[in-house]
């Protein structure tokens, strides 16, 4: 058992503020004990020679070491005046007055800490309390900003502002998935996740500081090349070009995918990351559109053809600049609505979070796919052969979509009505788990990140989807539905980290794959168990 | 006099200090929706399982619903019960719900005092001396008097025990987290001593609310504080009363803004709305953040901002 820590800690300085030994991680069933010893592989010295990882085993920004006594100060001085601006509503419109709210009412009850799957996987550690690193920030606010806050400060809760405190807070802010599990259970209401998120955003806003994933080869590429995965229009367009002979291919099903279709009723919004990585869902959604007859469109524009917002996880300026970029181009197109594909933090950030930053001919309606696919699967426009599915299902809920959006039973609907052998993870719904790629854990991978991310964030979910299938025997394939990117890609690494396709035979994919899998016009499956597949021919 | 004078006071810093937090509140910039599920005044089936009207296919079309009802259903058991904590907590909800229930007792017994006070001085003709009306008030006041005092004794003690002995608690309690409760304490304690030591039908605080009423010039001829435990219990309630709204206890009554303006605020912004205009006056606003990519120079609003691609992306 490792020492308590409290949140006046963070500033003292040490060479690892808190590491995982072996057999601190909540276990895992058998076959993957062999995992319960697991510790995450030390960083290596010659790449972290220059960066702050003081906090933990792991890295996810990799802030560089200040030269000087001074630049340090200088850094403490940039932090404040960050910090300031949070409470500004020039500055912070945006989340003021949820984060005002949150900051003066917590009765550090604990009550979160139990809801969060982080804090419980990584053995109740406790900077992974989700009102540590709240309470880090209030006191900071509270003795550096208020006045007469260092008197205050010894009454209300002190901490030392250096620069560890602040390397450290930044890196922390990134252990954190924004699930809001912990969110929803706080009997007053108070939001540590966002909190957590603001925390990200002064760093980014104020100090230019952020994962490098998630900003320059994120949002930056995004807004300037056309997407994060690096992918230009032309590139894009090849690509689908691709996607619409391999659909042929495996399905026997022609599809023609439109693009820039002006007045089309649909512009869909795809994460690229489908694109590259799971060409088959990019298929299976123009294949279901096609046959429903659906009048729909992509856009070749640069940020058109790529629906991931980064910015929502960590900053705001980034956020709205694609936010109004995405509608912008749907406007120019005269589509009637913009219809998002299977990406869950899209979802949220421009059908939910953008809907208070767009007006009058960017706010473009906006719709889950979710919602879309249930109405064409249950009006009948399509006909299925569910027993093509006859194997395993379980659902995963994203967060953002779920949690975040109250978009709950359309995908179940489909489900009921496709796949015979659907059964829920269990908590499901508005109290699931995150896939641990939350808020962008899903595509950082610098340094060890992802260790630690399949390790601690994803674990609560792995051991999730081994419930869901624990009375199925070991040899049939499993198929669990994750109906969004970046949860995709979590659990892809997931799998592949605890050999789960091997130990238990698990595989994955999306929601649009299993419905045209159960079409009864396909000629071949979509689906494959490894190199078998899912139903013959 | 002085009792009085001090009660005053400390209602009228309770006032100001809850005034101002509500008007903060009011006040404050239209934020981005950030509403978190279940949102409890979801309409029909969905509100059991979490959804919203964004199931809906074309919701734009439809008209906003909520239902009063369903945020009603779930709202009173959650204040009076304490039932989030009783679902996710439950060995604080031990002690911390006699503890706030207390708390409400005392504030029912204060505003029945008040009752009991107005008919007085109104002279209220059903309310004579043995009429079944005052005798029902008289009884209803011991009992949540009583009943108050004991959950909230009970209840303080527990909770301070509790924040002392779990880990959990006491690695992040400050001296104000324990100085809040005790005084609390301090109140519970002294006012069920003052009830047990001479004045268990609460007349001592029938005639002291009687005479806020009337500048200290009581028509009952029982003159308040006449005990030590009487007068603690009169200069902490009022004390208490002015420090609450000054600390996070407030979330007695905050906790509506948090629920209502972020949890459940999932009101839909319409072109030509109270909403949409709200937005174009933050869009407005000039950002002063000082990273590069934002690229604010004070002049800039959000609005050209957010529509425009900054300089290392060009």
Redesign the interface.
Known sequence: MSK?L??SDLAKPSDCLCHIEPGDLSPLPPPYEDFNQATIPPLKPEKVNNIETSLDDTVAIGIPKPASKEEEEALVR?FL??LK?LFE???N??????L???M????????C???CPVYEMSGKK?IHRP?FRA?VLRRIYNKYLKPGGKITA????DIDLNWTTIARLAELSYRCTLC?RC?????????NG?INHEIRKLF?????VAPKEL?DKGS?QQ??VGSSTGMNPLAVKDSIDFIQEEMEEITGYKVDIPWDVEGADILLLHNAGEILSWPENVGAFAIIFQAAGLSWTLSSETTGYDAVNYGVWYDD??F??V??RHT?IARRLKVK?IVMGECGHAHKAL??????????EL?I?R??A???L??IVLSGKLQFAPIRNNFPVTLHDPCNM?????????QRRILRKIAPRFREMTPH??ENYCCGGGSGFAIMSGYNFAEWRNLVSSRKKFLQILTAFQDEPQEIPKYVCAPCSNCKGAIRDMIDYYHAEERSHLYYGGLVELIVNAMANMKKPIIRFGEEPSWES | MGFYVLSYICVAVFILATGYRVY??IT????????????QH?TGA?VA????????????EKKYESSLFNELKYMAP?IFF?R??W???RS?WRV?FPFHFGLYLMIATFGLLLLHACFILWRFPAFAAGSTIRTLLDGLIIFTGWIGLILGNIGSLGVLYKRRID???R???????Y?NVGFIFLFFLSALVACLLGDPVLEGAKAYVLGLLTGGHSLNPYVPGQSVPGKVAIVSASLLTAYIPLT?M??MY??Y???H???WD?A??R?GGS??AA??K??E??????????EADGRKT?GD??????K???
């Open positions: 308590s409290k949140p940039q005046s960050g601006k509503k020039e500055n419109w945006t989340f003021l007055q949820p005002l709210l949150s003066e009412h917590c009765a550090k009850c604990q009550t800490a139990n809801a406790d009102m309470e010894k009454l209300t809760g809001r969110a929803t259970v706080c009997p007053i209401g108070v939001d966002l980014s806003q104020e100090m230019g900003h930056t807004l300037r300026i980034q709205a600049r936010a109004v912008d609505k059908t939910v979070t953008a809907d208070r930053l767009l007006t009058g706010n309606p719709e889950s979710m919602v879309t249930e109405d779920v949690r975040s959006m109250g978009i709950v039973e359309p719904s508005v | 903060r509140q404050l910039p239209v934020h981005v929706r950030w509403e978190i599920y279940p949102v979801e969905k399982y979490g959804g919203s009207y964004l199931e809906e296919l074309n919701w734009w959650e304490l989030g904590l679902k996710e907590n604080l911390s880990p959990e608690l690695d992040y309690s400050s001296f104000a987290d100085f996070h407030s979330h905050m906790k803004f948090l629920y303006d972020v949890k999932d839909p912004n072109r909403i949409e937005i174009l933050n869009l606003l000039k950002p002063t953040w000082k990273a590069k990519h934002v959000w901002i957010a529509s425009s691609a900054p290392e992306m060009k």
